[in-house]
């Protein structure tokens, strides 16, 4: 069986980054197609969207399909050159902006990348919160973690670093994770500089014979990739978060996206 293919284009006259979250958001919801992307960003004069307007034409001549271009385009004039494309248009700010001045009795300001700007205190919070998750990373570091929002803890390649990267990058959250390791197993508990945030501490788990397929990527045939030692501190790892009172999430089957979500609302974070 043939599976369906269309190409989808994203057009800004920024980064482009806001479109592909649209984008990404609604084409997930259809099954069975293939969508193949193409990325046309900083469309900021009229050479390139004439350009960018060609490009768009000549795919869907060559696949005789219309592309779906997801747009954001503050620039009228361009949007105008744009939408003389042979294609089927997702435009950002003809499907939101426009009900939303109607809405609230004000003109949206068509400032090009606002969202993303270095004047905006989110952005600035968010890129602060990046750095306090890069600086503890893995147990780098346990300084100013009474400033963290959250701490994972959980054996290694259990998606603790990619879970506080996307927390702090998504949600402007600052996320520390720690490993647990043999040592930790041994002792049979907690490692004690942790034991003050208990309250900011949640742990994540996953299925033994998962862990044994990740971690024997990075180091096959070794004792770390088994899976009799995947096991044992699997155990170990809940073991330690159940005596603590520590709650966890299995990672096995659910996305970053979806964990990072969870995870907020079990310890009422809000960002």
Known sequence: ??????????????????????????????EGIEFRPMRFPFIETEDKARECLARINEVSKREGAHPIVILTQTNQQLSTILHQADAFFIDMFDSFIAPLEQELDCRYSRAVGRSH????????????????ALAHDDGVSDADLKSADIILVGVSRSGKTPTSLYLSLQFSLKAANYPLIPEDFERDHMPPRLLPFRDKMYGLTIAP?????????????????????????????????????????????????????????????ER
Not at 2 to 30: C, M, N, W
Not at 117 to 132: G, H, K, T
């Open 1 to 30: 069986m043939t599976i369906p293919k269309r190409t989808v284009i994203y057009v800004s006259d920024g980064t482009g980054i806001t479109a592909e979250t649209l984008g990404h958001g609604l084409l997930s919801q259809f």
């Open 117 to 132: 700007s270095q004047a905006n205190p989110e952005y600035n919070a968010r890129i602060a919160a990046v750095n306090f």
């Open 209 to 269: 014979d998962q862990l044994q397929r990740i971690r024997n990527e990075r180091r096959p045939n070794s004792k770390y990739s088994s899976l009799d030692n995947c096991r044992y501190e699997v155990a170990a790892a809940e073991r330690l978060m159940r005596r603590e009172g520590i709650k966890w999430f299995d990672t096995t089957s659910r996305s970053i996206e979806e964990l990072a979500v969870q995870l907020m609302q079990e310890l009422n974070l």
